[in-house]
């Protein structure tokens, strides 16, 4: 009875970590909205990136926008290695990075010192 007891709390903990784990993913990307013949997807500053994927459209003119709204040091600034982009998000509400969309592809973007990441997916 005790190891049958041990076996369904078991299951129920396997089954908890893959609805966290598979819930927590589909929660994270954010899709772009188009206006007119472009897109932006927006990305919320505050305390990490929310949401930390965006998608973007291939071969739609695409940006995203980051909406500023921590304070700390930490997220000041906004790193686009593959672009060679480093912006500081604090001079203005939101900062808007142009993202080329014309090859499907992944662009990885962190704080300043690289604690905090997310990417923007081209497909
Ligand atoms: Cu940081």
Known sequence: MVEVLVAIVGLVLIAL?????????????GKAVIEGDHQVATVVVNGGYSPSTVVLK?????????????????????????LGLNKDLTKQPTTTVEIPT??????????????????????
């Open 17 to 29: 970590i893959v609805w966290w784990f598979f819930g927590k993913h589909q929660a994270q990307a």
């Open 58 to 82: 291939k071969g739609v003119s695409g940006s995203v926008k980051f909406e500023m709204r921590d304070s700390t040091a930490c997220l000041s600034h906004i790193v686009f290695e593959q």
């Open 102 to 123: 014309d090859q499907a592809g992944e662009f990885n973007f962190a704080c300043g010192m690289d604690m905090f990441h997310g990417k923007v997916i081209v497909k």
